[in-house]
């Protein structure tokens, strides 16, 4: 309490204007105040700026990191870089919080109490870090004397670029393991990466062309809120939204989100029947004959004979860009009609309707999908449904449509693996040793990843007992699915963390080699597909590390310059990474970028390296090439084939190839009649955990792919939707909560079969009265003195550990729970 809360007005007025006339009569008086003489001012501190690229989310924008006296003191988006365009999303500027976290290793750590679990305490005992590299050397040249390198795994996250998960294919193929790259697209979006390759050929994400299209049908991509590339996807909704004609969205989704607040229509469909809509757009797109007739084909006297309920004759449908459309209508799409879809998604068939014909008949347009629809039991055909809708709609390759996002043409290095192989390596492979996930396996043939069944896995000793893991970039026993089964997991695992921070893996760590942080790492970051043009950006270091920590490629190019052999020769020779990226940026000088970007130093001075225009482009049906000038190079299809769509025909397959190769596993795990399992169909999703209620776990704005744990800006802020501050909320719809005598700031019991969790809940009518939704990313009870101060419980504890069987997806929205006042 301030002394002027007990000062009345008459005595305040008193008191101030005696010190006042005070003054006066010292004034008066002649009385003269000596003031320090003036000094002269030192130089000021010198300010440069880095160029960076931004570590929050996957989208790769270039930052300006202003740094003065050896501190980095702000992040801006860099100006003249074509994601970022000199702006950014509200974490991008956070990035000083990573740098500055007072909870970071501060050097290499060595585990001392061997019990492990939560609530444990490692007694970590600082090393060097010789001492560190030379724990890890010893364990992996016995396991390999022993000839057993298969027991040795590396499971990795979001990595970067060919300087760092670039590295982990030829460190696993001279040391002798399948295990060296366990990535985490399977508790990512795999779906939607297979969903395209089994009908286009094309195993990765879309670029997209927003800045024309005319229509933008979103199924569940948090388009204004995590999805990739955030920040830029910001800027192109004001110009999409304020160009002639407006671009017109439809956002299908389970909750009313910033996209859907924003958008012209908001489908609010049952979790999982995503695909059912779809199908029923795709219905009515033929019946009504609103299909792109250049890139699909047509009938071949131009009478439309797509007839709800009537099957079509094959042979009078001549088809150009697609395959087997008249099949998949037949088999699939003549009975799904709007009111069909109405049934299952519970979305009236009057707005079905209205999208249909907008999808329909506005040029260009285009559909694009995320986790929303795929993270399901039944993702991979949802996926497909919705990626059939470009063809229908002739976006592929097209302008204001999508495409696929082109290599950079890097530099090679001077030596070839293959020389540097010694028997221990070539007995390894000749082994054939099957992966730790199970993946490539006739059990599970089709899955490029299975982070989320490696936990198991271990506790089963299937395929075999490993012996030691190394993690980079990946927590999995905070973000994978049954997250208390890698409790168990890693403790009976030599484990190696890798991050700079207290993680909840690191808790399970017999080692910690700490890596730099994002501003402390000198790395390449080639783009995600971003508009297709090549791009690729150099992370510079802004400041020297302020730690005893090493750059995770750099630790991994030590451990194998000390493995006995040619192996550790190979690694002696590659030196470190700053070699690695000036051999890549070799690559530019016969390439040099529109910025002029021809060399390493180049590179260094612009961060980011690109040659626009895209090289393709699909116009009304035929293909062109850029020849210079402009899209005047005709493609024969063989060039499509090659370069655009991969498949076996070389066209957009409507019924899959791909599929129709491995039709005994899809049949007997899915349950669909062999002939069918190359069409995109409806297949009703598997619900699991015994609950009531649906229970979804998104990303907002402020997720940093679990990393804004430590970040008290971003925790003060991450659902600004419902007021969220330093906490999450579960988000229930009022009628869902009257049922149950819950009220806005009620503590609740979320539970299912597998456990519970504690939330406090926010009445939100923009939930279905079917769903309650927790955002992913509070819990944590490791990570840093943030992180951990948060109540919120985690909902992948009692996520089960269901995956999706033909991408290997992780069904995170397939759970449901029960929902009570605490």
Known sequence: MSVLDNMDRRTFLKTTAAAGATGAALTGAGIVFESEPAKAQGPAPETKIVKNVCHQCPARCGIDVYVTEGRVHAIYGTLDHPISNGKLCPKGHLGAYILYDPDRFKGPMKRTNPAKGRNEDPKWQPIGWDEALGIVAARLNVLRDKGEPHRFAIAFGRGWGESDAGLLGTFGKLYGTPNAALNHSSICSDGSKKAKLVQDGNYGYNAYDYANTNYLLNFGASFLEAYRPFSNNLQAWGHMRTKSPKTKVAVVDVRLTTTGAAADHLLLVKPGTDGALALALAHRILTRGWWDRKFAGDFADGVNRFRRGEEVDPATFNEKWVKGLVEWWNAELKDRTPEWAAG????????????????????????????????????????????????????????????????????????????????????????????????????????????????????????????????????????????????????????????????????????????????????????????????????????????????????????????????????????????????????????????????????????????????????????????????????????????????????????????????????????????????????????????????????????????????????????????????????????????????????????????????????????RPDTVVLPFGFGHWAHGRWATSRKTGNGDEIIPNVSEPVSGLAAYYTVTVNVEKA
């Open 344 to 767: 299952v998604t519970t979305v009236p068939e009057r707005d079905i309707e209205i999208v249909a014909r907008e999808f329909g008949t506005t040029r260009p347009a285009m559909a694009i999908f995320e986790r929303g629809p795929t993270t399901h039991t039944n993702g991979l055909y949802n996926g497909m449904a919705i990626h059939a809708l470009n063809a229908l709609v002739g976006s592929m390759y097209a302008e204001g449509g999508l495409m696929n996002q082109m290599g950079v043409p890097y530099g090679k290095l001077p030596m070839k693996a293959d020389d540097f192989l010694d028997e221990a390596a070539k007995a390894a492979a000749a082994r054939k040793m099957p992966k730790l996930d199970g993946t490539k396996t006739k059990d599970n043939p089709l899955a490029s990843n299975n982070i989320q069944g490696i936990a198991e896995n271990i506790l089963a000793g299937k395929p075999y007992k490993i012996d030691t893991m190394m993690f980079y970039l990946t927590n999995p026993i905070f973000s994978a699915l049954e997250v208390k089964k890698w409790e168990e997991a890693l403790k009976t695992v030599f484990v190696i963390e890798t991050s700079p921070f207290p993680s909840e893996t690191s808790l399970f760590a017999d080692l910690v080699l700490p890596d730099h942080t994002f501003l402390e790492r000198l790395q390449d970051t080639p783009t995600y597909p971003f508009q297709g043009f090549p791009l690729t950006n150099l992370r510079v270091p802004a400041v020297k590390p302020l730690h005893d920590t090493k750059q995770f490629s750099d630790t991994l190019i030590e451990i194998g310059k000390r493995i006995k052999g040619p192996m550790g020769e190979y690694y002696k020779k590659l030196g470190n990474t700053e070699n690695v990226i000036k051999v890549l940026a070799k690559g530019f000088e016969a390439n040099p970028g529109d910025n002029g970007v021809d060399s390493y130093e180049k590179w260094v001075e612009k961060g980011v390296w690109y040659r626009k225009p895209y090289a393709y482009r699909q116009v009304a049906g035929e293909f062109l090439e850029w020849d210079g000038l402009g899209y005047a190079k005709p493609m024969l299809p063989e060039d499509v084939k090659k370069k655009l769509f991969k498949t076996e025909s070389g066209r957009f397959e409507l019924k899959s190839s791909y599929l129709e190769h491995y039709a005994d596993f899809v049949s007997a795990r899915l349950g669909i009649p062999k002939e069918r399992v190359g069409f995109p169909q409806w297949l009703a999703p598997k619900y699991t955990g015994g609950g009531d209620l649906h229970f979804i776990t998104p990303k907002t704005a402020m997720h940093a792919e679990g990393r804004s744990g430590n970040s008290p800006h971003a925790i003060g802020t991450y659902q600004p939707n419902l007021g969220g501050r330093n906490e999450l909320f579960l988000e229930i719809h009022p009628d869902t909560a009257a049922k149950r005598g819950i009220r806005s700031g009620d503590r609740v019991r979320i539970s299912n079969q597998l456990g519970a969790i504690a939330a406090r809940a926010r009445i939100y009518p923009g939930c």
